[in-house]
Structure formats: structure tokens, C-alpha cells
């Protein structure tokens, strides 16, 4: 992804303006591997005539919409197609990157939504391994209702988990009972949420044809200002495929861009400069207290980013938000991080080198949390974390009080023990650490 674009998504994010729109091909990159449209034809067309009815015209073994419409005809959509043929278990497999991107964005309301024709449940399945209570959306009304927590990930055509039946399969389902009413309240949430916002359409031009339609109706009206599609196939491909998407990004005054790249690739790239940019700022925000304080001008290079893998990143905001593992990042924006700005300048004055976990100075791992409001005895016992978790010499709680007062008394446990481990390395405030380290 060109450095222009991500620019301009990244401030669309700070600025609250951006949607991003997720189709199947999200889903088909490593190690996720969902199938294409003829592959899920094929295998429910194979099972159907080798159990059911060998004489089904072999013309269906490839198009899923027209096979599918078949059993409509029949009146066993649901109870047949979609409750028998479907292969769901090819739905099943583990999220990748573009996923985990799409997620954190939610938590965080990076993204003020998400819109999804996908099935699976890997986004929800990203998110909920970091730790949040994670729910998605089937029509407008619960995507309000979800809005309260997070940003909604409106999935407006079905779900694996959630009313399978009710899944979109062929077009005549679009004006019957459900879907017709969930794609009425998710017009009516739209209009009123997501009107002139930027548009980023991730892996939607897939051979999933009649999902392009979907979208297309879904979409109608919302007037974006940008449109920003991220799809492998080139521009006569996209148009072709999806005649009304493509008429929508290339609307009066709609800045259209197209990143012809892996969806799930390009997401991640903009989900590391995301978590950098929040790490730059957690930096920025000691600067000047640093200088005062040591009288010492800020060298530039101690206010970058490292510049680590997506996990690693994530691990680091999280400390940088006072949350231990196994509890999600949720800030889009660094929050009372002027002390812990301040001590990691001061490591990095020190000649501390960078570690995946925070520093290493003079033989000693060092991991910087922030403790901002935080007493430090208490805060120590919130991060009694896995024993998986690499274990630091030290522990510096940047903001928190230390107060004579005990944390909770927990027993010391050991790698594959049943017993809690005790919170990893000698725990100290601001000013004991500096005492400790000499710097």
C-alpha cells in the first residue's frame, strides 16, 4: 500500500469517518483459506447427486446462485440446501491478519463499522482471543444497540452461527421474510450512521457475484466521500463484477483509489501503522516533561516507533493502556500517558536497547506499563498473567502511587501448574525505578 493511502485512512480513522466493507475474499487468504464460490458449488452439488438425486443437471456444479435458486423451486432451501448440502465446515478454519486488523479497528472504533457479506466468524473469533466480549450484527436495530460498546460489524447477509437459516444464498430471498426486513433496517441504520463517511472495501470482488448485488442495494444512498477498494483483480475485472459498486466509488466527487494488493495484507499494514502512530504519540506526550526534567533536548530518533510485527505492537499498546494479556487494547488514541512517555525516554537516553517485551539495559529486561491513577500494589495484582507470558526483570508501573498497602496475597506457580503465577519481575513507580536503574 502506496504511503499516501494509508495516510489518508489513518486520518480518516482519527477523523471518524471510516467504514469498512469486508467480502469473501478477505477470508480466502492464508492461513484462513475459505472457499471460493465453485468449490462450496462443487462439494454441495457432489453430495447432493451422490445421496439424493444423480439426474440434477450438471450445469449447477458450478454456479452456487443458480443451484441454490434450484432448491428454492423445491420449497427446501432451508431445510435441504442450507440446512444439509452447505459445507459449513469449510468455514471453520483460523483467522489471518486482515481479520485481526478489522477487529482490533472495531474495538477500538478505529472504524466507525464494519460491513460484512461474510458467513464465518473469524473477525469475532480476532477479537474475542484478545480478551472483549465481542458480538456482531444481523440488521440496523442491533447494530444501534451494539454501537454502545463497540463498532458494530453488521454481517447483513446471515451468519454461520446466528440464525443460519437465514442465511443469503439466492436472490429470491432478497424480497421474502427475514431478509428483506434485516436489509430495510440496516438501510434505515445506514442512512442514518454512515452517510458521506469513507468507504474501504476489502476483498469484495469475488466470484460471490450475487453478494456484489447485496451490497450494491445495502450501499444505495450513502453518498461517500471516498471509496477505497483493495482487490488483486484490475479495474475491467472489479467492473464488470460488481457494475453497481463500481458505479458507487466512481459517484460525483467520490476520491476513488484502488490498491491492487491481498486484502488481508494490505490490512495489515495499515493495522502496524495504526498501532505505531499510537506508540509515536504515547512518546510525543513525554517530550516536554522529559526536557524539563533532565534538561536534555529530545533527540528525534528516541520518539519513533519500534517497528515490530502486528502481535508485538499490539502487546505494547496494551501495556501502554495499564491492561494486562488477555484483555483487549480499546483506545484508538493514547490517554494520560505523560509519565510513561517520560520513563520511555528515559530508557532510551539510557542507551536501553528494544525488546518485543519493552527494553533491555544493561543485562536486564525491563517491561513500562501504564499506571496512570493506578495504586502500584494493586495495579501489580491485575497482571498476574499466564506463565506463557515472557517473564521481565523489572516491572516499572510509569504514574502509578506507591502506597503501604498490600496487594492481594497470591501463591507463586509454576509452567503448567493449576496455581495463579504472581505477577512477573520487582514492581516499580516512576521515581523507584529510576532509583533502581540509575537513570
Known sequence: MQAETKTKLLASMHAGRLVIVCGAGLSMAAPSNLPA????????????????????????????????????????????????LVPWQMFVKPP???????????????????????????????AIANGF??????????????????????????????????????????TEPPIADRIAKSKTWMAANLRQKDLLVVGFWSDWAYLNTLLGTVL?????????????????????????LWALAHGPQVQFTHVQESGAEAL??????????????VLAAGKEAFEAVTGVACDPAWLEPPDFDN??????????????????????KPSQCEILGVFHLLLRQAGAALTGSGYDLAGRSIRVVNGAGAVLSQLRTKFIEAPAIAPTDIVVAAGATSLPLPGSVVRPGSAGSFIRPTAMGDWYDLDGARLELGI
Open 311 to 332: 502481535e508485538t505492537l499490539y502487546s505494547l499498546r496494551r501495556d501502554a493502556e495499564g491492561v494486562p494479556a488477555g484483555r483487549p487494547a480499546s483506545r484508538s
Open 268 to 281: 495489515a499494514e495499515l493495522r502496524k501503522a495504526f498501532s505505531q502512530n499510537y506508540l509515536r504519540g
Open 37 to 84: 464460490a465453485w468449490r462450496v458449488a462443487e462439494a454441495s452439488f457432489d453430495k447432493y447427486t451422490l445421496e439424493t438425486d444423480p439426474t440434477c443437471n450438471p450445469v449447477l456444479r458450478h454456479d452456487l446462485e443458480a443451484f441454490a435458486q434450484h432448491f428454492v423451486g423445491l420449497h427446501t432451501l432451508q431445510s435441504v440446501f442450507i440446512e444439509s
Open 133 to 174: 466480549d465481542f458480538q456482531n450484527s444481523l440488521d440496523g436495530d442491533e447494530a444501534t444497540t451494539r454501537f454502545r460498546t463497540q463498532g458494530p460489524l453488521l454481517k447483513f447477509h446471515g451468519c454461520a452461527t446466528r440464525d443460519r437459516l437465514a442465511t443469503v444464498w439466492a436472490p429470491s430471498q432478497l
Open 96 to 126: 489471518n491478519a486482515g481479520h485481526a486488523a478489522v477487529a482490533d479497528f472495531l474495538v477500538t472504533r478505529a472504524a466507525v463499522a464494519a460491513l460484512s457479506a461474510n458467513y464465518d466468524m473469524l473477525i469475532e473469533q480476532s
Open 220 to 244: 444505495d444512498g450513502l453518498a461517500p466521500l471516498s471509496v477505497t477498494v483493495i482487490d488483486l483483480a484490475d479495474a475491467a475485472a472489479l467492473q464488470a463484477k460488481a457494475p453497481d
